[in-house]
Each structure stands twice: as structure tokens, then as C-alpha cells.
């Protein structure tokens, strides 16, 4: 049995679920990031399975997402990469929270997400310690590259040059993971792609494959690929997932 409840932190609408009647005991906890243009509640079902196997899992919305949705879409478009850099500061945020509670155990804290969230997660990975697992589904960690084409982050249709995007989002391109291999690999990381990806290609994750391969340090890597999957997290993913954090959290 499962508890799954709707709470708000310091502004931040969140999923909150937890096995039943665990509430309040200290738990390994997960934080779980969905996409962009969706919601905490389209990827409940993560909370839902962690929660089964004994896990807290945390959801939240991402700026400009689910409750405190932006309705003009070419602003939510032109944000991408300002709400992703945000995702990574309202996690420290909630980490801390939780901890402070006495509610998530510092010594198990993990980070998962999907496509942006999967982002997400990659930059946690090499900004917060506290990071002992990592699932990255459909993401990405090379800002630097992927800001070139994923998003309009610069030129007419943002209304900005690449200098400024450097500058408003320079928290965020220094957690691209392409000098950071050796952080990447020392701790369990799942990596799920579909090679039918046709948003987030999938040569993103197979260059991080051979980044940790090449580098001697992919003995913490956990990779998966799918054929015939395109942008979509299947069912296999997700069992996939819940397994990876109950051998690893």
C-alpha cells in the first residue's frame, strides 16, 4: 500500500508518496523530475512503484509547470533552459527541507527524471554530493552542445544573443558533463534511451557511454536502449528503474 499526498514547499507544489503508515519514519528518498511542457502528476506513477518498494519519493512541478503553469507557450518555449537551471536550485531546496524534517535519510538520497528531468538529474549528479544514485531517462548532461539546437536558447526567435544566454544560464553550463566523466562514473547511474528518440537524440546517451567507457570509468553504469522506443518512457523503463534504485539506494 501506498500514501500519496499533494503538499506545497516554500512555494514548490510537489507529489509527496510514501509507503502506507510511513510518513513520518526516516526514509531513503528519491526526488523525481518529469519533462518539459508536463506535469508531477504524469509521472506519479514513479512515485507510485518507488514508494511500493519502501522508498519517499518527491515530485515536483518545475517553474512554469503543473500548478504554476505559464499559459503563453512561446514564453514557456523561451524558458526552457532558465527552468531547468531553476530545477536544479529548487532541489537543494527540497532536499534540505526534507532532511530537516527528519523525514529523508541523508545517507540515501537519490535523484531521478524524464527528457528535462533526466537534464536535471545529470547536473544534480555533479553539483551535490549528497547525490548517491542517479536514474536519467531520455536526458541529457551536455548543456553546452545541446543548447545549440534543443530550444531556442539564443538568436532571432529568443530575442537574445549566446552571450547573454551564457550569462543567464552559467550555473547551469558548468555542470555540463563533459569534463566532469571521472564525477559522472563514481557513483550508480541509470541511463535509458530509446534510439527512435526524436527529440533528445539518442546519440546523447551513447556519447556519454563511450565518454565513461573510454575513460575507464563506466564499472557504475547502468545502460539501457530500447529499438524501437521513441520519446516515451515505456513499461519496461519504469520496472527498469524501481530495480535500479532498490539494488543501488
Known amino acids: 500500500m501506498v500514501e500519496m499526498h499533494e503538499e ?113 538529474t545529470m547536473a544534480a549528479l555533479v553539483h551535490f554530493p549528497w547525490v548517491k544514485a542517479a536514474a536519467n531517462l531520455m536526458g541529457s548532461g551536455y548543456f553546452v552542445t545541446l543548447s545549440d539546437h534543443l530550444f531556442p536558447s539564443y538568436g532571432d526567435e529568443s530575442g537574445r544573443s549566446r552571450d547573454e544566454f551564457e550569462r543567464q544560464t552559467a550555473q547551469l553550463l558548468s555542470l555540463d558533463v563533459s569534463d566532469k566523466i571521472e564525477q559522472v562514473g563514481s557513483k550508480p547511474l541509470l541511463v535509458w534511451h530509446g534510439e527512435k528518440d526524436d527529440l533528445v537524440p539518442f546519440a546523447e546517451s551513447a556519447r556519454l557511454k563511450h565518454a565513461l567507457e573510454h575513460a575507464g570509468q563506466a564499472r557504475n553504469l547502468t545502460f539501457i536502449s530500447e529499438p524501437e522506443a521513441t520519446h516515451k518512457v515505456t513499461v519496461y523503463a519504469a520496472n527498469r528503474t524501481t530495480e535500479f534504485f532498490t539494488s543501488h539506494l
Not at 515530485?59 to 503563453?72: I, S, T, V, W
Not at 535519510?105 to 528531468?117: A, F, I, K, T, Y
Open 8 to 120: 506545497n514547499v516554500e512555494g514548490i507544489q510537489i507529489i509527496h508518496a510514501v509507503p502506507a503508515g510511513q510518513y513520518h519514519q526516516k526514509l531513503p528518498t528519491v526526488f523525481f523530475y518529469h519533462g518539459f511542457t508536463s506535469s508531477k502528476e504524469i509521472y506519479a506513477y514513479f512515485g507510485y512503484n518507488l514508494a511500493k518498494a519502501g522508498y519517499r519519493v518527491i515530485l515536483p512541478d518545475a517553474l512554469m509547470h503543473g500548478a504554476r503553469a505559464e499559459p503563453d507557450s512561446r514564453v514557456l518555449f523561451n524558458n526552457f533552459w532558465r527552468i531547468l537551471q531553476n530545477n536544479v536550485n529548487d532541489l537543494a531546496l527540497l532536499k534540505e527541507t526534507f532532511v530537516a524534517r527528519g523525514l529523508a535519510d541523508e545517507q540515501r538520497l537519490g535523484v531521478g527524471g524524464v527528457s528535462m528531468g533526466g537534464m536535471t
